[in-house]
């Protein structure tokens, strides 16, 4: 079965700074990967996806992954963080057309005035 | 276009009584995901309903049930609930065929307490 894993329960970083969100999968094959946000009393928002071909992927709020097959890695990358980027976010990925996400636990994301 | 609406936002319920959670998907979604949110177990998927038919099953007990209307709204139901239910039960839409299969678009909702 497939699993994901956020090793950073909580992150810190001042507003302006860069950030580097950490994920990892372990799964037979390349599966489609995902990146969602989700603020307090919030649903979850889709930030970027990743489905196949160039692997730096762009997404929304200035967002940014980079699917490294080699180290099982879909790390999610801003170089400027906003406070508004406070927030809960996980990693999380859908074997094919299994049709069914499997999420990391999150981390969650302080920003520092 | 309307979002992902899910009704009722909030619930108290006790212990052995049943609950039945409502999601209203995005225009033109066929494709109704549920899934648990607690801060033990973390986000976990419930089912997920496409054309009025179950696609796909999670590991959960036979308590929780679900079903899709024609409309493409979905009903979840969990029964003799107990207090490990308590939790966040989120719906998520998305067109459910074609290779965005994942892109799923999530309501805000339902938080269920059970006392």
């Known amino acids: 079965a497939q699993s994901v894993t956020q090793p950073d329960i909580h992150i810190t970083v001042s507003e302006g700074a860069s950030l580097e969100l950490r994920c990892n999968y372990s799964?037979?094959?390349?599966?489609?990967l995902f990146w969602y946000v989700q603020s307090p009393g919030q649903g979850l928002q889709l930030l970027l996806k990743?489905?196949?071909?160039?692997?730096l992927v762009q997404g929304i709020k200035g967002f940014e992954a980079e699917f490294k097959r080699s180290q099982s890695s879909f790390n999610l990358r801003k170089p400027s963080v906003h406070w508004s980027d406070a927030a809960e976010y996980f990693c999380a990925v859908e074997p094919g057309s299994a049709r069914q996400l499997t999420f990391g636990s999150g981390t969650q994301l302080t920003v520092l005035p | 276009k309307a979002g992902v609406t899910q009704t009722p936002r909030y619930l108290i319920k006790t212990r052995g009584q049943q609950v039945t959670l409502s999601c209203s998907p995005i225009?033109?979604?066929?494709?109704v995901s549920w899934y648990q949110q607690t801060p033990g177990q973390g986000l976990q998927f419930l089912f997920e309903?496409?054309?009025?038919?179950?696609?796909n099953k999670g590991n959960f007990p036979g308590r929780f049930s679900g079903r899709q209307f024609s409309n493409s709204r979905s009903e979840m139901n969990v029964s003799t609930l107990e207090l490990g239910d308590s939790a966040l039960y989120l719906c998520?839409?998305?067109?459910?065929?074609?290779?965005?299969?994942?892109?799923?678009?999530f309501g805000e909702g339902s938080r269920l307490t059970v006392l």
């Open positions: 799964y037979g094959a390349t599966p489609y």
């Open positions: 990743y489905f196949s071909g160039d692997t």
């Open positions: 309903y496409f054309s009025e038919t179950q696609r």
């Open positions: 225009s033109g979604h066929r494709s």
């Open positions: 998520a839409s998305s067109l459910g065929t074609g290779p965005n299969t994942g892109e799923l678009f």
